[in-house]
């Protein structure tokens, strides 16, 4: 509560918060009710310095108040702090550690002549870096498969003022996505989450997605800004086979022929490997087989995981000389 002074009404020329309490002019900020005044004169003769001042959940912080002009009492208007003067031109708001989310302190002059009394709010912002940052699929666990829809959540537990809080979304080192919470005010620890929707093809199997809060407190903030982040999601895309070379391809070949009969596919799970043939008389499921080996014939190979199956034909035949050893057949 600040000093009790007696004032006329009359004698005030500009538009102020006058309290109403008994005979006290300034009384807590719930009990003030709006009055206007006609006047040419809007100054202040406070000034705060710091004007703006960023804290960390914690720390000590010290503001001073300073009037420029002859003053009947000068203070500091705080919930834990409240402090004034009735002979010095500054006066000190001082807290060795500032842990009150709702603290608004005051800065208010009580002058000789008119304007008669003033006020200056510091601009305080008490901040805290999050408990956690956490990444996670939604309703999902890693593998993801090709071309499906998926939702990644980012949460950040208990952090303020969540209104300087900006979430960035990364996949690997490349900002990909950034989520800001201007539009919220409250000045107590919160809980907030970001989401970003991903469709997945298999370029991105292996792919590493992180998200970082970042708290952008202004000049006035630490430098560089508090940072906290998630761990790395590792993202595992399942796809169906396909093959590195797809065209049917038809071969001839000689008794000392190297060709070989190359169904390598590509996919995950790894595919497994089934070739038939008339002339096959052992089963085969390697991706590659020696066509010096095989008789004369078409050779089909089969290439199939958990998502699909893909097939590829070979028609070998006898090498005439000076023939090529391949054709491809589009």
């Known amino acids: 509560m600040r000093p009790t002074t007696s004032i006329p009404l009359q004698a005030l020329q500009y538009k102020a918060f006058v309290g109403c309490h008994c005979s006290q002019f300034l009384v807590a900020k719930q009990d003030r009710v709006g009055i206007s005044f006609s006047s040419n004169n809007l100054l202040c003769f406070l000034e705060i310095s710091p004007s703006r001042v960023v804290v960390k959940f914690g720390d000590p912080v010290s503001v001073s108040c300073v009037a420029s002009r002859p003053v009947r009492v000068l203070g500091w208007e705080s919930v834990i702090a409240a402090s004034h003067t009735q002979n010095d031109l500054s006066v000190q708001w001082r807290v060795d550690s500032l842990t009150d989310w709702i603290e608004e302190p005051i800065c208010y002059g009580v002058f000789f002549t008119a304007p008669r009394q003033c006020e200056e709010k510091l601009n305080l912002v008490l901040y805290k870096k999050p408990d956690s940052v956490s990444i996670s699929l939604v309703n999902h666990s890693s593998p993801v498969v090709e071309g ?20 960035r979304w990364y996949r690997g080192k490349t900002e990909v996505y950034n989520h800001s919470f201007s539009e919220l005010s409250p000045a107590t620890p919160v809980q907030v989450s970001s989401t970003l929707l991903i469709v997945p093809n298999r370029a991105d199997d292996g792919a590493q997605y992180r998200c970082e809060a970042q708290l952008e407190l202004g000049a006035e903030g630490p430098q560089p800004p508090p940072t906290v982040q998630s761990e790395v999601l590792n993202i595992a895309v399942q796809y169906p086979p396909v093959f590195r070379s797809p065209e049917e391809e038809i071969l001839d070949i000689s008794e000392d022929s190297e060709t070989v009969l190359d169904c390598t596919a590509e996919g995950n799970p790894p595919p497994v490997y089934v070739w038939t043939s008339s002339n096959l008389q052992e089963k085969a499921d390697q991706p590659v087989l020696r066509a010096a080996t095989l008789s004369p014939g078409v050779y089909t190979c089969i290439a199939s995981n958990i998502l699909g199956k893909k097939s590829k034909q070979f028609d070998i035949k006898h090498k005439s000389k000076g023939e090529s050893n391949k054709t491809l057949k589009m």
């Open 148 to 167: 499906r829809e998926y939702q990644l959540q980012c949460e950040v537990q208990n952090v303020a003022p969540v209104q300087y809080l900006v979430l």
